[in-house]
């Protein structure tokens, strides 16, 4: 398989332990093994290892002082630690008391909070690892990007992506749902799961999903939550800095974190870079770039949208009206196209009014920049979009 240099920068100082979080196969573990090659390393992933440590977690701090020359040369790796919630707590005495530091690593910190496991009271910075992002991959292939997604293996695969989505799929619903206790009706989720696919990127109708599903509102808003508290998808909620009663300030929309897999569950194959469906996917797509950039470079910036009851809509106002962003699958914008960015544009002014698109060349349209996608995420991670980045 292609080697990829990861963004990513675990860069810790001495004594410090981090907690690195993100989706199954994104690549936490193979990039953990690069960046400290010398760890020593226990994998909660393999069973025997982790019955070893539920059933007795003190095998961790004698093992470890026992190792105590090699265990202090680098952090110890603790992969899916969500699955021995006990093991932190010696984790904590070693940091406390024999001067040992960590990395812990998982795909979900919802089983840990939800049975009080101990994070460390601050002690433990925090990462996260997303799914490749632009600048990492070298030959970039929009279409590749948006019918198998960016995770690691699956976008590498040269053929039978779609049996890895659909595997991968059914293991997150049966490992990091139903295998963990997060829900009791599997049914009911699994029909969830198709009918959001369905609705990914619109407006969150929570009664509507429930009336699919065979539940109530109440349980569908505890579904998505699972899925934000196991990095399968994030929350953008509406911009509301000035109350109107034509812009809608409540409901939320929701985006997995993976183009290919919301591909996947909504049926979706695209053959060329046109039509309505290309459009969802490459906003998809670009929401996935600004969510790892603002991890990646510690900006931590809001991502929300804006729209009104009479259809105009932003799609993302990034760091609280700075910045307005429209993403359009045209290879043309026309005046229409930009109606809804002139309207945010001329009640807010914001610094940039950009407008992401298929086009081939950069143009400017009044205070309206038009953006080629390509050139728009070299703006994004050449850190031309937030000064100081």
């Given amino acids: ?27 936490k573990s193979t990039y953990l093994k690069q960046a400290f090659p010398h760890s020593i390393v226990y994998d909660f992933l393999r ?19 026992a190792d105590r020359e090699r265990a202090t040369r680098s952090p110890v790796i603790l992969d899916e630690v969500q699955k021995v919630p ?10 406390e008391n024999a001067g ?38 070298e030959q970039f292939d929009l279409l590749r ?41 599997i049914p009911a989720f699994s029909r969830f799961f198709e009918a959001m696919g369905y609705s990914h990127g619109e407006l969150i109708n929570y009664a509507n999903i429930g009336r699919d599903c065979g539940v109530d509102a109440k349980t569908v808003k505890e579904y998505f939550q699972i899925l934000v508290d196991t990095l399968l998808g994030a929350y953008v909620s509406p911009y509301k800095r000035r109350q109107s009663r034509q812009v809608i300030s409540k409901a939320s929309k929701f985006y997995l974190f993976d183009v290919g897999i919301a591909g996947h569950l909504g049926k979706r194959r695209l053959t060329e870079a046109r039509g309505e469906q290309f459009g969802k996917a490459l906003e998809h ?18 991502i929300n949208f804006w729209r009104t009851k009479s259809g105009q809509e932003v799609d993302f106002i990034l760091g ?53 996608w390509r050139n728009f995420l070299d703006r994004l991670w050449g850190g031309e979009l937030f000064p100081g980045d």
């Fill in 1 to 27: 398989m292609v080697e990829v240099r990861r963004i990513l920068n675990v860069e810790l100082e001495t004594g410090q332990s981090a907690f690195l979080w993100g989706p199954r196969k994104a690549g």
């Fill in 47 to 65: 069973t025997d290892v982790a019955f070893d440590f539920i059933r007795n977690p003190a095998l961790l701090r004698e093992r470890l002082l």
């Fill in 86 to 95: 006990a093991i932190l707590d010696e984790v904590h005495w070693l940091i």
């Fill in 100 to 137: 040992l530091n960590f990395v812990l690593c998982g795909s979900s910190a919802r089983k840990l909070v939800k049975g009080g496991a101990n994070l460390l009271g601050g002690r433990a910075w925090r990462f996260e690892m997303f799914p490749f992002v632009f600048p990492e991959i």
């Fill in 145 to 185: 990007v948006l019918n198998q997604g960016l995770l690691p293996s699956h976008y590498l695969q040269r053929r039978n992506y779609e049996r890895s989505l659909r595997a991968y799929t059914q293991d997150y619903l049966k490992e990091e749902v139903f295998s963990e206790g997060l829900v009791r009706n």
């Fill in 285 to 302: 797509f670009i929401f996935m770039e600004l969510n790892a950039h603002r991890a990646y470079r510690e900006l931590h910036y809001e």
């Fill in 320 to 372: 609280g009206g700075e910045v307005a962003i429209e993403v359009k699958g045209s290879s043309r914008i026309n005046n229409s196209d930009l109606k809804s960015m002139q309207a945010f544009y001329d009640e807010f002014r914001p610094r940039l009014g950009i407008v992401v698109s298929n086009e081939k060349h950069e143009r400017k349209i009044g205070d309206i920049l038009v953006l080629p």
